[in-house]
């Protein structure tokens, strides 16, 4: 007589009773109930140690504040005898070894669902409920039971849900014109909640932002970097430990460090951690009660030959014919002064070039410009730098223009 043992449920094959096969077995009444019974295994991540509530398919009661990803790792069986081990006392799978393994890793989206592309990572979108009711129907769906059947085969499911930690150490603030070179200054910053933040002591125009997260981040395994923006995530370049940031503004960015299992080839996550970056304004200059002299240089804003001018029948003619009609507008005092990084304007219309001489084609005047055809006197602004971005020749701006007169025709 041969029993099978399935929660307290005892199935007995003797005598007449016709023999159960494996596929029987399976898809027999008691076996369903197992099945459902025997729900997702999960290891939890999270950093503040919350249990999260397995489900048969899905987890429930995720947090609708929080990020997560998914790491699945499954095994294969295949012999029978395996099988109906497994079946009968699940923790026998310890004890057999499988005919194949690996995983994956999942992103969890805003509906809940699972995405292998990381940029769909999102906050899943909480349903119209005040909490604690609304969190009790957020939940990660998509997901396998623990034990499932393909043909002749068992599949063993596990899952580990991470949320992510705040990412904790020292990093440096750089305010610079260019990434940050051995020997740069910056200012020193730690954090131990995930939150760093800087307050430039000067204006922040014409410089960019650079973080360099020495000591938060020593592990040399692969890492992604995600910067969560209003349109959702986006990959963004993480070389020699420097991050590359926004302007003004409050930025988070998750990391994701993983590593490949040698066992079965598939990736496994070793951290997820979130840092948000928070870069605020210039400090505004205090009245300390007594007269400070300026930097002090001589009057080297842009300067133009003369005005230009135009004959409308010339812009005219260049149209019919389908020809250019260029006008070259250069700064004469550009070399001689250091001046660069230009910006040529005709009211709210910038044009496209950085250098100290740019051509007008009057003939086809890009869009936002074409008032410049109308007869009457025109101004074109041009703003240039000067100086190296150092406390010896710090940036100073200068404006100038030049006129462009289209006769009457």
Known sequence: MMVFSVLGVVILLAGCIEPIDFEGFYESKEMKEYRVFNRIELENKTYDDEKLQPGNGRILDIKSDRYYVVEESYKVYEDEDDILDILINDDSVNNINPTDSGGSIWYVNKDGELSSVSTDISMVNAPDLEPPE???LLEIKGLDNKFSKNNNQIINKTYKIWSPAPLIGSMTFYKLTAPPSPGDSGGTSATSNGTVSYTPAEPIEGFSFYLDLNTAITSGNTLAVLKITTAGAVIVSFNNKILVL?????????FIETKTNTVTSADEIVSFKSLKVIIAGAKPLRDLGFNLTPYATDNISPE???????????????????TALDQVFTVT?????GLSEFEWKYGEYTFTGTNASITINFANLPAG?????????HKID????????????????????????????
């Open 246 to 254: 926004d302007g003004e503004g409050t930025t988070e960015y998750l």
């Open 333 to 337: 005092n550009a070399a001689a002064n």
């Open 369 to 377: 410009a074409e008032g410049l055809e109308t007869t009457g006197t």
């Open 382 to 409: 041009v703003k240039a730098r000067s100086g190296s971005g150092t406390a010896a020749s710090p940036y100073m701006y200068w404006y100038g223009h030049v006129n462009i007169i289209i006769n009457d025709p």
């Open 304 to 322: 133009f030959a003369g005005a230009i001018t135009i004959d409308p029948m010339a812009i005219a003619g260049a149209k019919a014919a389908g």
């Open 134 to 136: 609304k969190e009790r």
